[in-house]
């Protein structure tokens, strides 16, 4: 760097790329569909775009809002933001043009970059909005090649540590999106304390499959891997035939998903011939493996770790060891390194010491600095100093925590809570049972009773009563489902978890009581 050129701050991630680059040039970085590129070549192209960012006249703390699939266009110009400290926004392809149109709206981006894949959805948001933004195409031949002009050069400032550096909008699936931002400090944090849990080398090759649309298509591995000077190779979709031939040829040594995801390359075909020699580690995040689906994986030789977050904290907060996954089915684990949390009474906000139920509350650097231009729900969510999560755990004698579910799914059946979380954890240990989702619905007798969905294992069959059946031996008969329906697939949002205000809708509009119902 220039010795002239102003002191970053000590946790800025722009000068990753260029430490990468300067002891391994010749590296891979990014492996995008078999299109490689070395830490060198993204460092001189994060590099020249920052510079040519600056010199169009785009300042510091503004916003560049991106539509693309996972690609190395795309983590260049993370890089380039975070050299010239601007903000990323990347944004959902999975949209509808009016939610897309909402989201640019709160994150009123001064640049709109836009894959060509994506420019007829880009253009049917724009056209819902009172004013669009300016667009242009990633890459070499998009904004590296020409920017469309903003103003007078900017002299380059220092960029600090509190700087926000990525705006993650939230899941969305109930209410209005709220749009996270993460500084510098934050992304710096959470990686650090990852790779206390989760090593990661420059020898690695890190499959990742998660969108970066989403925190954990950053902050789950793959930044952690370009700080080591390991390989990222980049997905755009989730085929499990794919993914499977992927890990082999590519050699993986790591990757991260959701349950979803190694549910559906279990159930390949191809799963059981696979090599999976190379795959040391995997990542879970999302929600808790069924203990079937563990046993599944460690059959084949694959460590999972397991783990809890959130986008406002960055995401990393639990992590369970391989080594505890089948002793501690279920568990999330205990915090990261640099992580703190406290389990507290929904109703009061008392503390709760010990084994405990309750909210859990999350502090530490990585907790993200509040939600853009929403002053009044990031008081909501932070508060003296804690960031609340919303999630309900129960925390064992020997400090163990465990995800009951989201304060908000719980619904309160003839007085008793009902987690839906644990009611599709007992379906899923039924043998015919592939997926399962669960929702509450209004009741005329019990308040709210519960709604289950069902995939069947294909070559299984079973029915409704059979599966209640099952239920009664696990669970307390409040929370059996008063309603059991069969489905091709359950509706997903874009990170695989079940999208519930859809199917709460679903079960709603039909609200039919059935034979025998209300013995408990």
Not at 288 to 316: D, I, K, S
Not at 420 to 439: C, F, G, R, T
Not at 474 to 480: H, N, P, T, W
Request: net charge neutral; charged share 20%.
């Amino acid at each position: 760097m220039n010795r002239s050129a102003p002191a970053d701050g000590l946790h800025t991630l722009g000068r990753w790329t260029t430490d990468r680059a300067s002891s391994m040039p010749e590296r891979t970085a990014v492996d995008d569909r078999g299109v490689t590129l070395a830490y060198g070549e993204l460092e001189a192209r994060a590099a020249a775009l920052a510079a040519a960012l600056l010199g169009a006249g785009y300042r510091p703390g503004e916003r560049i809002a991106t539509l693309t699939g996972n690609s190395a266009d795309q983590v260049v110009l993370f890089f380039a933001c975070a050299k010239a400290g601007l903000v990323l926004v990347p944004l959902s392809w999975r949209l509808a043009p009016r939610e897309l149109a909402e989201q640019l709206e709160i994150a009123a981006p001064v640049l709109f970059v836009v894959e060509q894949e994506h420019e007829a959805l880009a253009r049917a948001a724009a056209a819902l909005m009172p004013v669009s933004p300016s667009t242009a195409e990633p890459g070499r031949g998009g904004i590296e090649r020409s920017l469309p002009p903003r103003g007078e050069p900017v002299t380059r400032a220092a960029v600090g540590d509190e700087d926000p550096l990525l705006i993650v909008f939230t899941s969305g699936t109930e209410g209005r999106p709220k749009a996270a931002v993460l500084t510098h400090a934050n992304c710096f944090w959470t990686n650090l304390s990852f790779s206390r849990t989760v090593e990661v080398s420059r020898d690695d090759v890190v499959l990742c499959i998660m969108p970066q649309f989403h925190v954990g298509g950053w902050n789950i591995l793959a930044l952690l891997a370009w700080w080591t000077g390991a390989t990222v190779v980049l997905e755009r979709g989730f085929d499990a035939a794919r993914i499977l031939k992927l890990i082999a040829q590519r050699r993986v040594t790591t990757m991260m998903g959701v349950p979803a995801h190694y549910l559906m390359l279990s159930q390949h075909p191809g799963f059981g011939e696979a090599d999976l020699t190379s795959l040391r580690r995997a990542v879970v995040g999302g929600a808790p493996m069924p203990a079937p689906l563990l046993r599944t994986w460690h059959a084949r030789g694959v460590a999972l770790t397991q783990g809890y977050g959130l986008t406002e904290a960055g995401p990393n907060v639990l992590c369970l060891a391989p080594e505890e996954a089948l002793r501690r089915v279920g568990s999330a684990g205990t915090p990261y390194p640099h992580v703190d949390i406290a389990v507290a009474d929904p109703t009061t906000g008392a503390v709760l010491d010990g084994p405990a139920r309750g909210e859990l509350w999350v502090r530490g650097p990585g907790v993200f600095a509040g939600y853009l231009d929403d002053p009044a729900a990031t008081a909501r969510v932070l508060v003296d100093g804690w960031l609340r999560t919303g999630d309900v755990v129960e925390r064992d004698a020997e400090g163990f925590l465990r995800v009951v579910d989201r304060l908000k799914d719980l619904y309160i059946s003839g007085g008793e809570n009902v987690s839906p979380s644990e009611v599709e954890q007992a379906l899923l240990a039924h043998p015919a049972v592939a997926d399962a989702a669960v929702v509450g619905v209004p009741d005329e007798r019990w308040g709210e009773a519960g709604a289950a969905f069902v995939v069947v294992r294909p070559g299984c069959a079973t029915d409704a009563e059979e599966l209640r059946e099952h239920l009664r031996g696990v669970l307390a008969r409040f929370k059996v489902p008063r309603s059991i329906d069969f489905v091709a697939e359950i509706p997903r949002t874009g990170l695989h978890k079940a999208a519930r205000a859809r199917l709460r809708a679903r079960a709603e509009s039909r609200a039919v009581r059935l034979p025998g119902e209300g013995v408990r």
